[in-house]
Each structure stands twice: as structure tokens, then as C-alpha cells.
């Protein structure tokens, strides 16, 4: 069973100061600064690892999904260096990447219960092995960390909007503002934000909401948004009981960038908890996007022989359950 890995170098470049003038991310603004960091960032990665490229097992880049620009440059990148360095490739779905961040970190043994929150996903699965997954619910419409941004641009906190959002619930009344929790009690286990969303504008947007009141509303939204994750959680985690057998000791993982909200974590362990599962959470740095999880995934991936072609293009969509049929 692999697991923990050792982390030798993890180089994360941040280009949330490039973005933030705009409240999100800007595709051109993306590509273009991928193009100018990434030969940089492969050189002070294996500097800090003290790796000479030799003895590497394989190159692994993330190839999607995601916007197509930044991807194209990672990939090209990896290629080239396969290339160079006779190496073969590996690329990772950069879902993949976040759902197997907990073997890196604690290896955990498969299966597990993954609930995967990040800025583009709000996914329950269950993950069988590298590459085999099954979905038990999506959102409908918006991804959580899509609700917590945009609900920070309401209340014109910057980019990004998670943390900001966080920061400022910790002052509020998470009781002042009645706000729907969509879909919760629904049979299934798929999520919808954008009903919550559009009840946070609506306050945000009254001609009497001032300042002072963002604390309250940023606490009432993040007082939703565990309400529902909860019971869409509570659903996946019936749905794995009864499709695992008895004797297993049941994990959640939870990942992805939302997972660095404390509320959030310390909410939902607890109602694993109540449910008798052991909550695994990688630290909030290796929750959002790190390049040591895309390493990890491309160790598990050679160890199982499961190369790509240099031919391979990179995919603006590709949902993991797509990666179970091969
Ligand atoms: O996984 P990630 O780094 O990138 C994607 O793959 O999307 O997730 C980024 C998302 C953003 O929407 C960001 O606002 C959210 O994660 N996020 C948080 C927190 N930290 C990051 N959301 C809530 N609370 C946080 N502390
Ligand atoms: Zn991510």
C-alpha cells in the first residue's frame, strides 16, 4: 500500500496577485504567466529536492480539466522534459490529484469516501484505486468554492474569496439571515449552490445592508453551505455503507481547496464522526492546488504501469468517472 510519501519539493506559485484587479481568474493573464514561471519552477524544484533528473521514474503533469492555456504550458513542459530526459509521462486528472492527496499524506487505503471541494467541483465519490472511481453526487449548478467567491465579490471582500469569507463568518451571527440550503433531504446526493448564492445577492444588494452587516451575512452563507455539504455527506455516506462490505473501517477523505475552511472541516468530521466514519483531511496547504498531489498521483500511476503518450492534449473537461472506463 503506498503511502505517506515523502515530500523532497513542493513549488507553488501563487498568480493571485495578477488576478485579483479582475475578481477572479483571467485565461489570457493565466497562460501568460504560466509561460514565464514554469522553467524557473522546474529548476528550483529539483534544486530543493537534490534530485538529478537521472534517477526520476517518470514526469507527470496535470492535463486537465481546467482553462486550456495554463494546462497546455505544464504539459508541453512535462513532454519536453520526458523527451529530453527518456522518461516516460504521466498525465493526471487534476481531480485524481485531490482525491489521492490522502494517501500522500496518511495513507489511506482504498476504498475510501472522497468529498471533493474546490473551486470548479463539489463532487462525493467512491474512490476503489487509482483510476477507479464512482460517483455518488455532483452540483447541479455552481461549485462551493464558486459560491464562496462569488459571494465575496457581493460583499466586495478580494479575491480569493474562501478565505476572505471565512475570516469574516468567524465575526458573524450565523443565525441573522434565514438562507435556503437547496436540495438538502433530497434522495440522491447531488449539491446546488446557486439558489444560496442568489439569496446572499439579494440581501447584499438591499439598500439598507451596510458593511457592518457582512459579518453576519459571510457567517449566515457559511452557516448554509455546512448545513448542506452535511446532509448531501450523510446521504454519500449510507450510499457506501451499502455498497461496501461490513468489515470495513470506513474513511472520508475530504479535499480539494474548500477543505482548508476550519468551520468546515470540524463540522463535517463530526458528522462523520456521528456516522462512525474516521475523517482524513490533508493539511490546508496540500487542500488547495500544490504540485506535490500531482506528483503523488503520478507515483501511484507508475506503479500500476500507467503511462501516456506524448501525443496525449490537454482537456478543459474530465470528470473522474470517465476515468473508470478506461
Ligand atoms: O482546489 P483549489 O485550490 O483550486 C481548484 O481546483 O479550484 O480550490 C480553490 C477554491 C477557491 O474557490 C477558494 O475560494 C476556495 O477554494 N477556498 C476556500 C478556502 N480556501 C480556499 N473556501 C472556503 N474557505 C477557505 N478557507
Ligand atoms: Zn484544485
Known amino acids: 500500500m503506498p503511502g505517506p510519501g515523502n515530500i523532497l519539493s513542493n513549488v507553488v506559485l501563487s498568480q493571485l496577485e495578477e488576478h485579483a484587479p479582475f475578481g477572479g481568474v483571467v485565461p489570457e493573464i493565466a497562460a501568460r504567466a504560466h509561460v514565464e514561471a514554469v522553467d524557473a519552477i522546474v529548476e528550483t524544484a529539483l534544486a530543493e529536492a537534490g534530485v538529478p533528473p ?39 486528472n487534476h481531480l485524481e490529484a485531490h482525491a489521492l492527496t490522502a494517501r500522500l499524506t496518511a495513507g489511506v487505503s482504498f476504498p475510501f469516501l472522497l468529498l471533493l471541494i474546490s473551486g470548479g467541483h463539489c463532487q462525493l465519490l467512491g474512490v476503489e484505486g487509482a483510476g477507479q472511481f464512482q460517483l455518488y453526487g455532483t452540483t447541479i449548478d455552481d461549485a462551493v468554492g464558486e459560491g464562496f467567491d462569488k ?28 438562507l435556503p440550503r437547496p436540495m438538502t ?20 444588494r438591499q439598500p439598507e445592508f451596510r458593511p457592518s452587516d457582512r459579518a453576519d451575512l459571510a457567517a449566515s452563507f457559511q452557516a448554509a453551505v455546512i ?11 449510507r450510499m457506501f455503507r451499502s455498497a461496501k462490505p461490513r468489515d470495513i473501517d470506513p474513511v472520508l ?17 463530526q458528522a462523520a464522526a456521528d456516522a462512525g466514519f474516521r475523517t482524513v483531511l490533508p493539511s490546508a496547504s496540500l487542500c488547495t492546488d500544490n504540485a506535490a498531489m500531482v506528483a503523488w498521483a503520478g507515483l501511484e500511476r507508475t506503479q500500476l504501469g500507467l503511462f501516456d503518450s506524448l501525443s496525449t492534449a490537454p ?12
Open 54 to 92: 537521472e534517477t526520476l521514474d517518470a514526469i507527470a503533469a496535470t492535463a486537465g480539466p481546467g482553462l486550456v492555456g495554463g494546462l497546455m504550458v505544464g504539459l508541453t513542459t512535462a513532454k519536453a522534459l520526458a523527451l529530453a530526459w527518456d522518461k516516460p509521462l504521466v498525465a493526471i
Open 151 to 178: 459571494v465575496a465579490k457581493l460583499m466586495s471582500l478580494p479575491y480569493p474569496g474562501g478565505p476572505n469569507v471565512e475570516r469574516m463568518a468567524k465575526q458573524g451571527d450565523p443565525d441573522r439571515y434565514a
Open 185 to 204: 433531504g433530497r434522495a440522491g446526493a447531488d449539491f446546488s449552490f446557486s439558489g444560496l448564492k442568489t439569496a446572499v445577492r439579494q440581501w447584499a
Open 227 to 237: 448545513a448542506i455539504l452535511r446532509d448531501r455527506l450523510h446521504a454519500a455516506m
Open 253 to 269: 477523505v475530504i479535499s480539494g481547496g474548500v477543505a482548508a475552511n476550519t468551520a468546515i472541516r470540524s463540522a463535517l468530521t
Open 315 to 326: 482537456r478543459a473537461r474530465w470528470p473522474l468517472a470517465s476515468l473508470s472506463a478506461g
